[in-house]
């Protein structure tokens, strides 16, 4: 058979047309670049894209735009004069996307002993102890272990303890999970988690989508005077904005959710859009092959963000973060799983939040928050074994809250003030039905039918001393006020900072921190009104060390001593803010004292690499004690007490296409209190034996993650599909004892074991 000539012509243009089509997929890079103090924008600003010719300048607004980037991961370098260079490491570029960033610079000091300033990878502040983390999107995205929840990432840094892999409760620096806060783009949100647990900030799974995450910023402790009504923690979100240019659709899928990303821009392109959604379908999957499961649970979240330049130095915000979760466990069920309880529960948590932040003609900025939380809970819960009812709850919170906060340039030094209000309307309707406790006493029922309206208020101020070019002091003063206790506070607050050279600084910290009781635990008695606020005092000091441009070495060292912690006389060697259950949160208390105290103390060592090349990670360890003192004056450890944490993590990016990284964990065990044995069997449920509170340990804790990207990028669509396994090789880490009812003795929650999660990611 004879070739035709026609043939191999078309087949030649085809060829060539296959050919033009594969070029190298483009994307582009747009941002913003801002003063850090002031947040005004820094004109004519350098960017570049290290090792590439690529660049542009700022504009009048800071604004700046890259086209045609061939994608792949950069590292982002500006500069401008009178300003501290900075890279940017981790800045991916996808096909037919618009990356978004915000740089901000700080002042260049005005004595400097190098005649050529290296840019830093490491974002350096004043205000904060070297303790303070700050993580990037992709950095977050692309975590071990974290199965798409922020709070599980954060469980990697030294200063937060291990705890349990089936619950995302941030236990930092021996504080109970109800002591931490959450902001997202300046809003404050209750609790940023599915399955929340009533009064304390903890869930079992975080309910913000990470791939609208733009950074995190996490303070362990020592922080500023803005921040209040919290003892140990705040984690502070900022959210990316939309796509200021074109509609753009995001997909994802693992065999946890579905869900997705749209987004785009406003008219006249002066602002963006975006909106996630996304829905668990386990439940789905229990229907359709008829699995048995003690509990079938669903969730779904929404959450939404709008940024509107109303001019050149004013712009507006709005935020909406929606959570609805489900959860139901048959009788049957908990019997043949050996489960102690059976029950339904339904949560709804929808917080709303509008922000406008003005800028003062490069002296400063304002910005002020409106927003409103409403948080329901509706649970009816009863022993498997003997079906006696152990709960109801119908519970309603709102929080209605205004917060103004300003920062003042005053030619060498600053200023930040401002203050905050909140109404808090709730609607409790409850029943704790008569029980055995675990001391073996017979609870009386407690009924809970309150309705009211509580109040708080805060002011703070903060002046940045520059002592020297070297030495800065920023000492502060924070005033808080509960109508519902009568409680005012006064809680000073300095913080210390030494720049021995642009390689070497010390930090010192301390400060008096005070939070209200939750509403709930409040309610349950009238009497409890009486309570003083929980104090801490804190005192931190640190030193960081660059070892070289993208590795950095910080020691942190940290006391906190607390006062007036709630007690029960009825369960005298008990810290009752420790006792939550995973069903009511908090449980019933016929009296409370507050004249419990309790210590934490500990050193945080950690070791970072930021990705420049292709390797990145970081080493960290600390160890840590975390006691209380009980009504009967005897000190005991906390139940987060795991003295000692390891955890090395990182990755390796051989091309822009393939990704693995990994995550090993090392941490002691926590403390816990055996049980009577004979006292338990006879009344079979877990009685305590009380002469050993918090005297025995579980077995330590470890685990291996590993996960594989694999990125596809097509001519204006890109691909991501990863393969995540936890505890790769299978360790059978104990959660916690329990009495087994329906066996009648001893037995234990295992923590996960080997689960791998496929999942994938689709950008058109």
């Given at each position: 058979m004879s070739f035709k000539p026609c043939v191999l012509i078309t087949l030649i243009a085809l060829?060539?047309?296959?050919?033009?089509?594969?070029?190298?997929?483009?994307?582009?890079?747009?941002?913003?670049?801002r003063d850090a103090e002031t947040l005004d924008p820094v004109i004519g600003a350098a960017v570049m894209l290290r090792n590439t010719t690529l660049g542009a300048a700022a504009d009048l607004e800071g604004r700046f735009e890259i086209q045609n980037i061939p994608v792949g991961a950069y590292v982002v370098q500006v500069s401008a004069i009178g300003y501290e260079p900075f890279a940017q490491t981790d800045v991916v570029i996808r096909s037919g996307r618009a990356t978004t960033v915000t740089i901000e610079l700080n002042v260049l000091a005005v004595n400097t002993d190098e005649v050529t300033i290296r840019p830093t990878f490491f974002k350096q502040t004043t205000d904060e102890p070297v303790g303070t983390v700050e993580l990037s999107y992709e950095e977050i995205r692309r975590a071990p272990g974290a199965v798409g929840d922020v709070s599980r990432i954060i469980m990697q840094l030294p200063s937060v303890a291990k705890v349990n892999d089936t619950r995302n409760s941030l236990v930092v620096r021996g504080g109970s999970p109800a002591e931490n806060g959450y902001v997202i783009d300046g809003v404050e949100v209750p609790n940023i988690n599915h399955f929340p647990l009533q009064g304390a900030a903890s869930g079992a799974l975080g309910m913000v989508n990470v791939n609208l995450i733009e950074d995190v910023t996490f303070q362990a402790g020592g922080f500023g005077a803005r921040y209040g009504d919290k003892l140990s923690s705040y984690m502070d979100l900022s959210l990316r904005d939309g796509n200021r240019e074109r509609f753009q659709v995001q997909a994802n899928a693992s065999f946890l959710s579905a869900g997705g990303v749209l987004e785009g821009p406003l008219a006249n392109h002066n602002g963006s859009w975006l909106v996630s959604a996304n829905r668990s379908y386990f439940d789905f999957i229990i229907d359709a092959f008829d699995v048995e499961a003690s509990a079938i649970p669903w969730y779904s979240d929404v959450l939404a963000k709008v940024s509107l330049d109303a001019s050149s130095k004013s712009k507006l915000t709005f935020i909406d973060l929606l959570g609805v979760d489900h959860s139901h466990i048959a009788r049957k069920s908990a019997l043949d799983n050996e489960e102690n309880v059976f029950g339904t529960a339904d949560w709804r948590v929808n917080t709303f939040g509008a922000s406008w932040r003005y800028l003062w003609n490069n002296r400063g900025y304002s910005v002020t928050s409106l927003a409103h939380t409403y948080s329901s809970w509706t649970s009816d819960w009863s022993e498997a074994v003997t079906e006696n009812r152990l709960s109801r709850n119908e519970s309603d919170e709102n929080t209605f809250r205004v917060h103004n906060e300003n920062f003042l340039r005053l030619g060498r030094h600053n200023l930040s003030f401002g203050a905050d209000a909140e109404a808090l309307p709730y609607a409790y309707d409850r029943t704790f039905f008569e029980t055995t406790d675990s001391y073996g006493?017979?609870?009386?029922?407690?009924?809970?039918?309150?309705?009211?309206?509580?109040?708080?208020?805060?002011?703070?101020?903060?002046?940045h001393l520059n002592v020297t070019d070297k030495f800065i002091a920023s000492p502060g003063l924070r005033a808080d006020y509960s109508d519902y206790t009568s409680n005012s506070t006064l809680s000073p607050r300095l913080q210390l900072n030494y720049q021995a050279s642009r390689a070497t600084s010390f930090t010192a910290s301390t400060g008096l921190y005070s939070q209200t009781l939750p509403l709930v635990l409040l309610s349950q008695n009238s009497a409890?009104?009486?309570?003083?606020?929980?104090?801490?005092?804190?005192?931190?000091v640190g030193l960081s060390q660059l070892l070289s441009e993208d590795t950095r070495l910080t020691v942190e060292g940290y006391v906190k001593e607390y006062e007036y912690l709630p007690l029960d006389p009825a369960q005298p060697e008990l810290s009752v803010i420790d006792q939550t259950n995973d069903q009511d949160g908090y449980t019933a208390h016929e009296s409370l004292r507050d004249v419990g105290k309790a210590r934490s103390s500990g050193v945080e060592v950690m070791l970072q690499k930021k990705l420049v090349e292709n390797l990145y990670g970081s080493i960290s360890g600390s160890y840590f004690r975390s006691r209380y003192r009980d009504y009967t004056g005897i000190w005991r450890d906390r139940i987060y007490d795991n003295r000692y944490l390891f955890t090395v993590t990182g990755g390796y990016k051989p091309s822009p296409k393939w990704e693995l990284s990994m995550r090993w964990v090392f941490a002691g065990g926590a403390p816990y209190t055996q049980f009577d044995l004979a006292q338990s069997t006879a009344e079979n449920r877990g009685i305590f034996d009380n002469s050993r509170i918090n005297e025995e340990r579980l077995p330590d804790y470890h685990t291996l993650d590993v996960r594989v990207d694999r990125r596809f990028n097509l001519a204006n669509s890109n691909w991501i599909i990863y393969l995540s396994i936890q505890n790769l090789y299978g360790r059978d880490n104990i959660a916690s004892y329990y009495w087994n009812q329906v066996q009648n003795k001893p037995d234990t929650y295992k923590q996960w074991g080997t689960l791998p999660i496929i999942g994938a990611e689709f950008e058109f």
């Open positions: 060829l060539c047309t296959l050919a033009a089509r594969a070029e190298i997929p483009v994307g582009s890079l747009s941002g913003q670049v006493n017979t609870t009386p029922e407690l009924n809970i039918d309150d309705n009211n309206t509580a109040a708080k208020a805060g002011a703070f101020a903060t002046i409890f009104k009486n309570l003083a606020d929980p104090q801490a005092v804190h005192y931190v």
